[in-house]
């Protein structure tokens, strides 16, 4: 099993490796930037499982690289911070961040922020993989976007859900999406013209039976 990946980035040096160490010590794969750019690029190029920002980067600040490793590479983020003050929580909150860190870091402390932060990022990177191959497929395929409303009427589920079934039908049995939408479109279709001819012959034999003999 691969090490979770974190990019840490703090222009403090000797937090810096010093939290990469701590990292490194508890089976974490770790990469460093000392800026906010140098994040945004390492992150691109290596797409880590998680970032912890420090929240004042001296060329753009945390939140502003955080931003943009979403928007680019979706990773998502923590943020670190000297100060505990209800402003550096507030923003951390509305860019999006799965934590946050003070300084001096105790790591026993932390290390559970960091472990759910790391299991929630793979939820969102999940959900957002999902939602790409969905739209794709509804954009690419009408026997798709059927299917998909049929298991959602059949089991009351949502879009995702029922795309997941899909999905996972087509992974086990090594055929695209397309091919098992399009089965599934079919048999209902099959299944649909069989009930509709049952009835119609049903119908004509009670209307015999109730005909009177003359």
């Known amino acids: 099993m691969s090490k979770p990946q974190i990019l840490l980035a703090d222009d403090d040096r000797v937090v810096r490796v010093t939290f990469a160490n701590s990292l490194r010590a508890r089976n974490f794969d770790v ?28 060329d753009i ?23 505990a003050e209800q402003e550096f929580v507030e923003k951390a909150t509305q860019a999006g961040a799965l934590g946050y860190l003070i300084k001096p870091i105790d790591f026993d402390h932390v290390l559970p922020t960091i472990n759910s932060a790391l299991k929630r990022s793979e939820e969102i990177k999940h959900l957002k993989a999902t939602e790409t191959q969905l739209n794709t497929a509804m954009e690419q395929g009408r026997e798709t976007s059927i299917a998909i ?44 013209g069989f009930t509709t001819e049952m009835r119609e012959r049903n119908e004509d034999f009670l209307k015999q039976m109730k005909t009177p003999k003359s």
């Open 31 to 58: 990469i460093e930037a000392d800026k906010g750019q140098k994040a945004v690029q390492m992150g691109c190029e290596h797409q880590p499982d998680l970032a912890i920002m420090y929240f004042r980067l001296p």
């Open 61 to 83: 600040s945390g939140a502003e690289a955080a931003s943009q490793l979403q928007d680019q590479a979706n990773v998502s983020c923590i943020f670190l911070s000297a100060y």
């Open 149 to 192: 409303r049929i298991l959602m009427q059949e089991y009351h589920i949502t879009t995702e859900q029922a795309f997941d079934m899909i999905r996972g039908q087509a992974r086990s049995q090594r055929r695209k999406i397309a091919k098992v939408a399009n089965d599934l479109v079919q048999a209902v279709n099959n299944l649909n």
